[in-house]
């Protein structure tokens, strides 16, 4: 299948292109730049451009059968300083970018959304896909409009959409910036020898997937022809301080947080229900947290080797979730 893969040069996005080419699909991605962590990969058409620019995304939907929606320009902390621009940026975007689909092709879209964030606070765990959409940021609130205008275009214009609600993905090529992904900012920070901020208790509670699992389940999403709407969760949950323990156990280094007040954006706990995407979709996560945390434990010591004013440790010993957890 030729597949486009707008934001393909991201961290999810990344895993996602490697993902489809593994299975034999022609991949073209559009993207701002190229891959931040690696060259792009033989085999894939880079084509560079915004989202924004409805020029650029028309002339890289020539010719493809399926578009993967990956791109998103804001994050959950940023995106209630500039309401608008998240709007803009997001929603008015991902409407043009319909219309083009309409105009020209193709017509099948795989969306990734947000299963952090459009539930709200739940009202029970874990959280399906029916439960009440009522988000408490400007992101949830964008990208649960992003949902209803390609639910409407599957109904009015035929449109074949699949949306994938995530919750925390992490991974190997997770940015260390400390705007997004709080494994990848911890890990970061250990590994330069700075401090790493926890806010509030370390109680909050999180559902973690490996981003080679997101990635697995988009492209099994695509092959199987699935429409609908799915959660993408490992289904289980770990608090911040849980998360903190296991670092120090992979990395063998001692983990003391700086504590910050509580930020009201945070949702306190999350833990989404993937029973739909396992019997409709036939997949299920295969990589355990503490093997995930490893393997990205030793890719942050590998891409920050040359700077850290300390030793950097290598990671424990890896093991593999069976079938039956």
């Given amino acids: 299948m030729r597949i486009l893969v707008l934001g393909g040069s991201g961290f999810i996005g990344s895993h996602v292109v490697d993902a489809l080419l593994a299975r ?7 993207d701002r730049s190229p891959e931040r962590f690696r060259p792009t ?10 989202l924004s620019d409805s020029a650029a995304l028309a002339e890289a939907l020539a010719g493809s059968e399926m578009v993967f929606h990956l791109i998103s320009t804001t994050v959950p902390a940023t995106a209630n300083l500039d309401p608008g621009a998240d709007i803009r940026g997001n929603l008015l975007a991902t409407q043009r970018l319909l219309e083009l689909m309409r105009a020209q092709g193709p017509r099948r879209l795989l969306y990734l959304s947000s299963g952090g964030t459009v539930y709200g606070v739940p009202q029970h765990l874990p959280v ?20 209803q205008f390609i ?7 035929e449109l074949q959409a699949v949306i994938l609600r995530p919750s925390n993905p992490y991974g190997p090529r997770q940015g260390h910036g400390g705007v997004q992904g709080v494994i990848g900012t911890f890990m970061g920070r250990l590994a330069r020898g700075e401090p790493m901020q926890l806010w509030g208790d370390g109680s909050i509670v999180r559902d ?12 099994a999403a695509a092959e199987t022809g699935a429409s609908g709407t799915f959660n993408a969760g490992a289904g289980e949950g770990r ?10 156990e992979v990395s063998t280094l001692e983990v003391t947080p700086e504590i910050r007040p509580g930020r009201n954006i945070d949702i306190p706990r999350v833990v989404l229900d993937i029973a739909a995407a396992r019997q409709a979709i036939g997949w299920q996560p295969e990589i355990a947290l503490c093997e995930g ?6 890719w942050t010591c590998a891409e920050l080797a040359p700077t850290p004013p300390h030793r950097l440790v290598g990671p424990a010993p890896l093991h593999r979730v069976g079938a039956a957890e």
């Fill in 239 to 248: 608090s911040i301080r849980e998360i903190l323990d296991l670092i120090g």
């Fill in 151 to 157: 639910r409407m275009e599957a109904r009015l214009h």
């Fill in 24 to 30: 034999g699909h022609r991949v073209r991605v559009f």
């Fill in 41 to 50: 990969p033989a085999g894939v058409d880079f084509m560079p451009g915004d």
């Fill in 128 to 147: 399906p896909e029916a439960h009440p959409l009522d988000p408490i940021s400007s992101y949830g609130i964008v990208k649960v409009a992003i949902e």
């Fill in 293 to 298: 945390l490893a393997e990205t434990w030793a």
């Fill in 208 to 219: 973690f997937i490996h981003v080679r699992d997101l990635a697995r389940l988009c492209v």
